[in-house]
C-alpha cells in the first residue's frame, strides 16, 4: 500500500495527523515491543545482565511523545521509557548498546546499569536508579525555557509509584506557581513492583492529585495511542501559550514482571495475567489503522520484516562493540579538570582534591514502579 505524505485518512483527520504520521507511530510501537522482547531473550541466554520492561507501556509512550518538538523540547525518561526515547530520536541499536553496556553506549559509554537511558543529541536527560529525581530535573528546565522565553517543554514521566516522593510534590507545585512549559506523565500500570495500586494510594486516579495545585489532571486510556495524542497534545500546545503544567495519568498494563529479577505470578491473580493482553495497544492499534484503511497486509508484512532486520541489525551491531576500557572506570565520576592548577582544599584523599581521588565509589540504588 502506497501512501501519500499528504494522504488523510478520516481517522488521521480527526487528530490533525496524516495517514504517515499514524503509520509511523505504529511502527515505533511495534519497534519498541520488538527491542523489548529482544532485550528479554538476550538476558536469558545470558548475553545482558538485566531487563526492565515497557511491554504494555509502548502504546501511551508514543502517543504521548510524539506531539513534542524533537531536538527542541526535553524529557527525562524512567526505565520502562523504551518506546518514549525511540519516539524522540534514539535508535534500537543505540538501546541495545546500553544493555551490553559497551563503550560506544551513547546513554552513558557503559558505564549506566541497563535501563538508564540517556541522550544529549536528542534532548533526552539521563535518569538514575532512585525514583523521581528526574522530576525536579525536567522541572528546572521547564524554569530555564520559561526565563530564555525559548518556546521548549519540558515532560517528565514515571509510575504512579514513584508518584508518591516528595520530588513529585516538590516540582509540581512549583511549576504550578511559576505556570512553567511543563508536563509530569504517570504511566500507571498498577504495581509499584508487587504493591498494588489500591495500597499506594487513597484516590482512584493519581491525577486526582492535580486540583491540589490548580492545574488539568487528565486520566487517558494508555492502550488508546490515539487518545495519548490527544492528551498530550492539548498539555503541549498549553504549557507553550504559557498557560502552564498539565499532569496526565495514563492507565496501562504491565505485560511482564517488574524486572527480570521479578517472579510476578507470586501476587498477581492467573485471571488478572490472562485479561492482560485483551489490553494491550499493540494489536489495538494495528486494528484501528486496519479499520480506518491506514494499513493493510501488505503494510503490515513490510513493517514487520524491516523492523526484524534493525533489531537484528542492532544486536550484532552491539555484541560486536568493545567493552569500556577498565582503566577508564574512574572518568566523569569526579572532576578531572580544575580551574586552577591548584585544587580545593577540601577534596579527598588529605586535601589532594577531587581530581586525584582514586578511592572506592559506591552508590545505593532502589527502584520501583
Known sequence: MAVSRKSQTALAQSVGLTDVDLLAMFRTVALARAVDERMWILNRAGRIPFVISGQGHEGAQVGIAWPLERR???????????ATCLAFGMTAQDILMAQYAKATDPS???????????????????????VATQMLHAVGIALAAKIRGSGQV??????????????????????????????????NNGYAISVPAARQLATPNVADRASGYGIPGVVVD????????????EAVDRARRGDGPTLIEAKVIRLTAHSSDDQ??????????????????LPRFRDELHAAGVLDDEAEA??????????NAATDHAEAEPDPDPSTAMHWVFAED???????????GGGHGLAGHEGDASAAEGASD
Not at 527542541?72 to 523504551?82: G, N, T, V
Not at 558505564?111 to 538508564?116: A, E, K, L, Y
Not at 488478572?272 to 494491550?280: F, G, K, N, P, Y
Not at 580544575?338 to 579527598?348: D, K, L, N, V, Y
Open 154 to 187: 519540558a515532560l517528565t514521566t514515571m509510575g504512579e509509584g514513584s508518584s508518591n516522593q516528595g520530588d513529585v510534590h516538590e516540582g509540581l507545585n512549583f511549576a504550578a506557581i511559576h505556570h512553567l512549559p511543563f508536563i509530569l506523565v504517570i504511566e
Open 108 to 130: 552513558s559509554g557503559g558505564r549506566q546499569m541497563p535501563g538508564h537511558y540517556g541522550n544529549a543529541e536528542n534532548n533526552l536527560l539521563s535518569l538514575s536508579s532512585p
Open 264 to 281: 510476578q505470578t507470586k501476587y498477581r491473580p492467573e485471571q488478572e495475567l490472562a485479561e492482560l493482553r485483551s489490553h494491550d495497544a
Open 338 to 348: 580544575w580551574p586552577s592548577e591548584t585544587p580545593p582544599a577540601w577534596g579527598f
Open 302 to 311: 513490510r513493517i514487520t520484516a524491516e523492523i526484524k532486520a534493525e533489531v
Open 222 to 233: 494508555g492502550s488508546d495511542v490515539l487518545a495519548c495524542y490527544r492528551a498530550s497534545k
Open 72 to 82: 527542541k523540547d526535553f524529557i527525562a525518561p524512567f526505565y520502562r521509557s523504551i
